[in-house]
């Protein structure tokens, strides 16, 4: 089976700006979680979608969002790019219960540059 | 509120010496648990998890992991490292739905 695939790898923005990450989660899986990790900050919680709903949320401000689509694939938007938003954006994705206990299988990450 | 503690940001082992990586987590209830590694510049890869029952755990790349309830410690270890263990290693902690809760990470270098 495929992996948890990531596009793009690598952005850079500049301040204001927005950027929409996109992520394919493992063939047959339903959950997929975002997390982002900074040199500050470690690995912290985006939010959760499971069949097209978001079911968790992390402390995040209102500029980052996601969706979910049939396919189960999943893009998050961040709005108004701050120099703080550079970060390694990672996504999980776990099968079809998507509950506590369920493995969580990374893709490689989504690497943004904030100028 | 969930939270994990890796006491140790760096740790640097010869090669073909043991290895112990420290994990102490906060959670009201029995806690799912797991070990993650990650290389540079890429994604986080699982090691082991525990859920429930015998409290040691095998996992890939000949680690394993002991919980320890009484302590709150979910020690990482491999009897013999080698030097594509270096990398850094993630402890976490799971239970609200399905949010991961990290620790802070520790790098492990490996003299040869």
């Known amino acids: 089976k495929a992996g948890v695939t990531q596009t793009p790898r690598y952005l850079i923005k500049t301040r204001g700006q927005q950027v929409t990450l996109s992520c394919s989660p493992i063939?047959?899986?339903?959950?997929v979680s975002w997390y982002q990790q900074t040199p500050g900050q470690g690995l912290q919680f985006l939010f959760e979608y499971f069949s097209e709903t978001q079911r968790n949320k992390g402390n995040f401000p209102g500029r980052f969002s996601g969706r979910q689509f049939s396919n189960s694939r999943s893009e998050m938007n961040v709005s108004t790019l701050e120099l703080g938003d550079s970060a390694l954006y990672l996504c999980?994705?776990?099968?079809?219960?998507?509950?506590?206990?369920?493995?969580?299988?990374f893709g490689p990450g989504t690497r943004l540059t904030v100028l | 509120a969930q939270s994990v503690t890796q006491p140790d940001i760096h740790i640097t082992v010869s090669e073909g010496a043991s290895l112990e990586l420290r994990c102490n987590y906060s959670?009201?209830?029995?806690?799912?648990l797991f070990w993650y590694v990650q290389s540079p510049g890429q994604g986080l890869q699982l090691l082991l998890k525990?859920?429930?029952?015998?409290?040691l755990v095998q996992g890939i790349k000949g680690f394993e992991a002991e919980f320890k309830r009484s302590q709150s410690s979910f020690n990482l270890r491999k009897p013999s490292v080698h030097w594509s263990d270096a990398a850094e290693y993630f402890c976490?902690?799971?239970?609200?739905?399905?949010?991961?809760?990290f620790g802070a990470g520790t790098i492990l270098r490996v003299k040869s």
């Open positions: 999980a994705s776990s099968p079809a219960s998507g509950g506590a206990g369920d493995t969580q299988y």
């Open positions: 063939s047959g899986h339903r959950s």
């Open positions: 976490a902690v799971g239970g609200d739905g399905n949010k991961l809760v």
């Open positions: 959670y009201g209830a029995t806690p799912y």
């Open positions: 525990y859920f429930s029952g015998d409290t």
